[in-house]
């Protein structure tokens, strides 16, 4: 029988109730929390998919997720895809897929990690030209970590003094400038298996808890329409197989904000109730397909072909 590890962080509900969801249909399929005890490097483990909830704050996992896709396990998402992207390469690949961003800038990191000299940095103009790069992006504007989630480092910067204490408050960080857009609605679209999508109401001005609850959007169907080939567009650019793809919607432009969660926050707490089933079982329905499957659907890797010989 195919087995499915589910590997995660502190959240209960939704791998809970998915785990529950899986193991009451009769497709063949069980699942658990994953274990791990060490990993030899011929590790091929004994389930069939691997759904990753936290790799991205543990590094263990992170090795041991590109062993066991080596040794054939599924791994959602692709551990290849998810490291070898950052926030600031996302948004310059959307735009070359057509899909309106923020204009967004690199900054150079405000304090070297240890190690680092000055002589490294030969080739970066120093001062920074501030009234240059804001004259482009506008205030107000976001500053935030090219890698990473969880809203954390992220500022809303009204002028250039809220953006120097944050750009000094970075350290060691490498982070990104990003024009603020004033929006006239917002959604956030749950992803599931690249193009399974759920178009939701959302407002990040909102307190955690109230964000989907309290929110209001009126779409067009044209809108929705686009939105949804949008997020299907960019999941399939970045391999991702679980996200939440966020479009700011400004004079009936959907700016793609944020969309490399690939852990998004799917907690009874945080979804309306109907969303929340909607998220366990069209995962349980895309788990259990890709555990039936005989072959990886996922694009192959420079190496595969040398394994098969």
Same mark, same amino acid.
């Given at each position: 029988m195919?087995?499915?590890g589910?590997?995660?962080?502190?959240?209960t509900s939704?791998p809970?109730?998915?785990?529950?969801?899986?193991?009451?249909?009769d497709?063949g399929?069980?699942?658990?929390m994953a274990?791990?005890?060490?990993?030899p490097?011929?590790?091929?483990?004994?389930?069939?998919? #691997?759904?990753d909830r936290?790799?991205?704050?543990?590094?263990y996992?992170?090795?041991?997720?590109?062993v066991?896709?080596l040794? &054939?396990?599924?791994?959602?998402n692709?551990p +290849?895809?998810?490291?070898?992207?950052d926030?600031?390469?996302?948004?310059?690949?959307?735009?070359?897929l057509?899909?309106?961003? $923020?204009?967004?800038?690199a900054?150079?990191q405000?304090?070297?990690?240890?190690?680092?000299s000055a002589?490294?940095?030969?080739?970066i103009k120093? $001062?920074l030209d501030?009234?240059g790069i804001? &004259?482009w #992006?506008g +205030?107000?504007?976001?500053?935030?970590?090219?890698?990473g989630?969880?809203?954390k480092?992220? @500022?809303?910067?009204?002028?250039?003094?809220?953006l120097? @204490?944050?750009?000094?408050e970075s350290?060691?960080?490498?982070?990104?400038?990003?024009?603020?857009?004033?929006?006239?609605q917002?959604?956030r679209?749950?992803?599931i298996g690249?193009n399974?999508?759920?178009?939701?109401?959302?407002d990040?001005?909102l307190?955690?808890?109230?964000?989907?609850?309290?929110?209001?959007?009126?779409l067009?169907?044209?809108m929705?329409?686009?939105i949804? @080939?949008?997020? #299907?567009?960019?999941?399939d650019?970045? &391999?991702y197989d679980m996200?939440?793809?966020?479009?700011?919607?400004?004079?009936d432009?959907?700016?793609?904000?944020?969309?490399?969660?690939?852990? $998004?926050?799917l907690?009874?707490?945080?979804?309306?109730? @109907?969303?929340f089933?909607w998220?366990?079982?069209?995962?349980a329905?895309f788990?259990?397909e890709k555990a039936?499957?005989?072959?990886?659907d996922?694009l192959?890797m420079?190496?595969?072909h040398?394994?098969?010989e």
């Amino acid at each position: 029988m195919k087995k499915i590890g589910i590997l995660v962080g502190q959240e209960t509900s939704f791998p809970e109730a998915l785990i529950d969801n899986i193991n009451q249909r009769d497709a063949g399929v069980t699942a658990e929390m994953a274990l791990l005890e060490g990993t030899p490097h011929s590790w091929a483990g004994e389930y069939a998919v #691997i759904l990753d909830r936290i790799s991205h704050e543990v590094a263990y996992y992170q090795t041991t997720l590109k062993v066991a896709a080596l040794n &054939g396990c599924k791994v959602v998402n692709n551990p +290849f895809w998810k490291l070898a992207d950052d926030k600031f390469f996302g948004t310059a690949l959307v735009e070359k897929l057509g899909i309106a961003v $923020p204009r967004t800038l690199a900054l150079p990191q405000c304090q070297n990690v240890e190690g680092i000299s000055a002589e490294s940095l030969r080739n970066i103009k120093y $001062p920074l030209d501030w009234d240059g790069i804001m &004259g482009w #992006i506008g +205030f107000p504007a976001i500053i935030k970590p090219h890698w990473g989630g969880g809203w954390k480092s992220v @500022d809303k910067v009204e002028n250039m003094q809220e953006l120097m @204490d944050a750009y000094h408050e970075s350290k060691t960080l490498c982070m990104m400038l990003q024009e603020f857009i004033e929006w006239d609605q917002y959604v956030r679209c749950i992803c599931i298996g690249k193009n399974k999508i759920n178009v939701l109401p959302w407002d990040p001005s909102l307190p955690h808890h109230e964000r989907y609850s309290k929110a209001k959007v009126d779409l067009s169907e044209a809108m929705r329409t686009k939105i949804i @080939d949008q997020a #299907i567009a960019l999941n399939d650019a970045l &391999g991702y197989d679980m996200n939440t793809v966020e479009f700011a919607i400004r004079d009936d432009i959907p700016y793609a904000i944020d969309f490399m969660n690939s852990a $998004p926050d799917l907690d009874k707490n945080s979804l309306t109730p @109907d969303q929340f089933v909607w998220a366990v079982d069209t995962m349980a329905e895309f788990l259990i397909e890709k555990a039936r499957k005989p072959e990886n659907d996922e694009l192959p890797m420079r190496w595969d072909h040398l394994l098969s010989e």
